[in-house]
């Protein structure tokens, strides 16, 4: 295991350097170790696993390392925090990069870190399409990722949540950038009743990224579930997408076979151009990141 463990970190180096220290070092099965996975956060490593439990040669290596480590088991409720296994702690939130792009990560946050690291090429596609004088909507915004990568290409942002904490927590990646975040607008609340209300309002974006969570319940109890409902999603944004204007789809719901989701997305948006967009280099295993590029014609 330990040779498997510092081949897969070896293989992805090249992309490491004072621009980018936030990538996931190990991926599973395509590097040999089924449902392991190690991601680095600027030398702050997390160590996930599906089945509950670490292999205790896994634990022996990892705390062989110079760095600070933390085990999330997947198959926990979302909110349980990483647990801390080696090397000094790091209980209080720090900044990583990606591409150049400062974000605040907390190892003691539950589920996520702050930033899901299969969206680096995305991120990066959505910078290059953004730029002075457009508008970007970033719903399910999570931290603001997104917005942050369009707000530096200089667009004006909308970043749209139903969590203040994570709101709050996309300003602090704004200023972590140095962005002003009252240059932009920041919404609370239901991705849906928000289109809604863009589309009556007139309100239309240069591009919009619609990359929700696979289930979730919006403040009044309704239940979203990408395999029934992503096509209504793109309907929605569809209409507030200016012509010319752009949308990035993603899913991560494995149930969701590749071809029914672009069918979704094709049905819901007419008189556009599909491209399906591949995973970053360093995922070798599960290709279960679904995303595609419309371009409103």
Not at 98 to 112: D, F, M, P, R, T
Request: glycine share 6%; net charge neutral.
């Amino acid at each position: 295991m330990q040779h498997k463990l510092e081949n897969a970190i070896e293989k992805r180096s090249h992309l490491l350097d004072e621009q980018t220290n936030a990538l996931r070092l190990v991926d599973g099965v395509g590097d040999g170790l089924p449902d392991v996975f190690l991601e680095t956060f600027a030398s702050h490593w997390v160590v996930s696993t599906r089945d509950g439990r670490l292999h205790p040669e896994i634990r022996a290596w990892l705390q062989q390392q110079a760095h600070s480590c933390y085990w999330k088991r997947l198959d926990q409720h979302e909110k349980e925090n990483p647990q801390h296994i080696a090397g000094p702690k790091q209980d209080e939130p720090f900044i990583a990069r990606e591409s150049g792009v400062n974000y605040k990560i907390h190892l003691q946050a539950g589920y996520s870190q702050g930033i899901f690291l299969d969206q680096r090429l995305n991120r990066i596609r959505v910078r290059e399409h953004s730029g002075p004088g457009k508008t970007v909507l970033n719903t399910f915004a999570y931290t603001g990722a997104f917005s942050v990568c369009a707000a530096l290409a200089g667009a004006t942002t909308t970043t749209l949540d139903l969590s203040q904490i994570y709101l709050d927590w996309a300003r602090d990646n704004f200023r972590a950038n140095d962005l002003a975040p009252d240059d932009h607008y920041f919404c609370k609340g239901d991705t849906f009743h928000w289109l809604k209300r863009f589309a009556r309002q007139g309100r239309t974006f240069d591009g919009i990224i619609l990359d929700p969570p696979t289930f979730s319940r919006d403040d009044k109890g309704k239940v979203f579930r990408v395999e029934k409902d992503y096509g209504r999603l793109v309907e929605l944004a569809y209409a507030c997408l200016a012509p010319g204007g752009w949308m990035l789809c993603c899913t991560n719901c494995r149930k969701l076979d590749p071809r029914d989701f672009s069918r979704m997305v094709r049905d819901a948006a007419p008189s556009s151009t599909i491209t399906a967009l591949d995973m970053p280099e360093e995922y070798t295993g599960e290709n279960y990141l679904k995303s595609l590029w419309v371009q409103k014609r």
